[in-house]
């Protein structure tokens, strides 16, 4: 090999190494689909197309699977395991209030349905899709919370990721019944550690970013105090927010109503409430709706490195 021809070939490899890790990070989330059986079905196939032609780093789906007019059945969930497995992309996914807590409107125990999901969709440590990603699962680190294996953590390059299992219908919070408040303590202890050692695993990888992964919209608007299905997420929220002080991106779902903003207050030492300029709030859209929403990531930027763009809106297939 000539030294013209090496010195050719390690500057081609070199520029292809450069060009490669200053590539932004990008990926696409949505949730709260498939909702009606069969249109939101063929119209969530046409969005897995979109996402795979676009060809992010991964895709994620944060919660409910299914609409409040479909039952919580096996043959339901599975169906859209298949959907997820189908993926070319790498897929996550944080369950959402419709997989189970909702499930007492269909007389199931919604304890038993939350432990199929864990079993069924949880039962390795990487993303669905054919092109998989692996993950690191709140019970490889913290054995205490050994059945809590939805909760995930990943990196990309210097950008932490990770999801907690937060969902609607004021978080399972639900004083009149006994049996919901216990699982909703014992996953808030989960989420709470699970949260701790997200940062502390972000702060201490040096991590430009972090990115969080919600099915419920949390009510930043509302009063605190009062706010008592995701009180404490918030305050541990604001706390490790103004502690990490690089930019973290909520991604959420719940609400089915799209929007980008900065939500999340704290409160300085004259009991002032101010927002936090280094946390971003991404809702993502919802049934009827089936449409993702595209987040490029590129940590080179001086302001805040989220770029958000929602992708070509799926034409209806409901019966007029």
């Not at 219908?169 to 004083?175: E, K, Q, R």
């Not at 809106?313 to 019966?319: A, D, L, N």
């Amino acid at each position: 090999m000539s030294q013209k021809f090496f010195a050719l070939t390690f500057l081609t490899t070199l520029f292809f190494s450069l060009t490669t890790s200053a590539k932004p990070i990008a990926f696409i989330a949505f949730g709260d689909a498939p909702y009606f059986v069969p249109e939101a079905h063929s119209m969530f196939d046409k969005l897995r197309q979109q996402v795979d032609k676009d060809q992010p780093n991964f895709a994620i789906h944060v919660g409910d699977i299914r609409g409040g007019n479909t039952t919580c059945s096996n043959k339901t969930l599975l169906r859209v395991k298949k959907h997820f497995d189908s993926f070319q992309t790498p897929l996550f996914y944080t369950p959402g209030d419709n997989e189970w807590t909702d499930c007492h409107r269909y007389k199931q125990d919604p304890i038993e349905r939350l432990d199929f999901l864990r079993k069924t969709f949880f039962d390795q440590k990487m993303s669905f899709g054919e092109n998989k990603l692996s993950l690191l699962r709140q019970p490889d680190v913290r054995s205490r919370y050994k059945t809590f294996v939805e909760n995930s953590f990943w990196q990309i390059k210097k950008v932490s990721f990770a999801t907690l299992h937060i969902v609607g219908s004021n978080n399972n919070y639900a004083p009149k019944k006994p049996t919901a408040m216990s699982e909703h303590r014992l996953r808030s202890l989960a989420n709470q550690d699970w949260l701790d050692y997200i940062f502390e695993s972000s702060i201490n990888n040096d991590s430009q970013a972090l990115v969080l992964f919600i099915h419920a919209n949390p009510l930043f608007e509302k009063d605190r105090a009062n706010n008592l299905g995701f009180k404490n997420f918030l305050n541990s929220l604001s706390h490790w927010v103004t502690k990490f002080q690089k930019s973290v991106l909520l991604v959420h779902g719940d609400s089915h109503s799209f929007q980008f903003n900065m939500p999340l207050k704290a409160v300085n030492a004259w009991d002032f409430e101010y927002p936090l300029p280094n946390f971003y709030r991404l809702e993502v859209f919802g049934a009827p709706e089936v449409r993702g929403v595209k987040v490029i990531i590129n940590t080179n930027k001086n302001d805040q490195p989220f770029s958000i763009e929602a992708l070509p809106s799926i034409p209806w297939e409901y019966p007029l």
